[in-house]
């Protein structure tokens, strides 16, 4: 699965992730590992958004939400893959 960072900020209000999230199914995208926090008054959402078959532009399927919202929108392609927790040694 290809993986891009997406990254919205924007004045803290009722319903971001709702409303984000909804968009990522509605467009056919997967969620991955997610990054949430609330910094003076502005919420700040970084996710790993992927998916395995082609569903057009992310950036232009957000976009209406992110202006509804006030959010300001970034997408960038990154290389990774979903966290995998560390395995305990017994010893």
């Known amino acids: 699965m290809d993986w891009q960072m997406l990254t919205l900020v924007g004045e803290d209000q009722p319903g971001i992730v709702a409303q984000v999230t909804d968009a990522l199914y509605q467009s056919g995208f997967n969620l991955g590992e997610t990054s949430m926090i609330r910094l003076g008054g502005n919420f700040t959402i970084m996710m790993m ?4 078959q082609a569903h057009g532009d992310l950036t232009g ?6 202006e509804k919202l006030g959010l300001q929108l ?4 990154i290389r990774g893959a979903l966290h995998q927790p560390l395995i305990a040694m017994e010893g």
């Open 49 to 52: 958004v992927g998916s395995a």
């Open 61 to 66: 399927q957000l976009a209406p939400v992110a």
């Open 74 to 77: 970034h997408l960038d392609p």
